[in-house]
């Protein structure tokens, strides 16, 4: 089992930056592709970018290319969702996801562990 959890969300103004850490409990993190989905209020959850264990990206929305990166370090199970160029419409909840052992994807049943998620709230 993974536990996860997120941590560094708050409030900002727009054209602020804040950055996303999920913490995961167990060492098989890092054999994970691990995903960061957004959820705003009365919207479906949202994939917005995943990592595989050897780095690659895979982005969802285009609106977050060139603003959202994400990376890891596997040394400490760690996951990053670096948020720049912030925009009202990226106002949610944040949560990452890890998926099971070599899957992966673009869809929230894509991923088996979840964290409890992380407010973010972009003012104009």
């Known amino acids: 089992q993974v536990q996860l959890v997120e941590t560094g969300g708050g409030s900002v103004q727009a054209g602020g930056s804040l950055r996303l850490s999920c913490a995961a409990s167990?060492?098989?993190?890092?054999?994970?592709?691990v995903g960061w989905f957004r959820q705003a209020p009365g919207k479906e959850r949202e994939f917005v970018v995943a990592i595989t264990w050897s780095g690659g990206i895979t982005y969802g929305a285009d609106s977050v290319k060139g603003r959202f990166t994400m990376s890891r370090d596997n040394a400490k199970n760690t996951a990053y969702l670096q948020m720049n160029s912030l925009k009202p419409e990226d106002t949610a909840v944040y949560y990452c996801?890890?998926?099971?052992?070599?899957?992966?994807?673009?869809?929230?049943?894509?991923?088996?562990?979840w964290g409890q998620g992380t407010q973010v709230t972009v003012s104009s």
């Open positions: 167990a060492r098989i993190f890092s054999l994970l592709t």
């Open positions: 996801a890890t998926a099971p052992f070599q899957g992966g994807g673009v869809h929230s049943s894509d991923y088996n562990y």
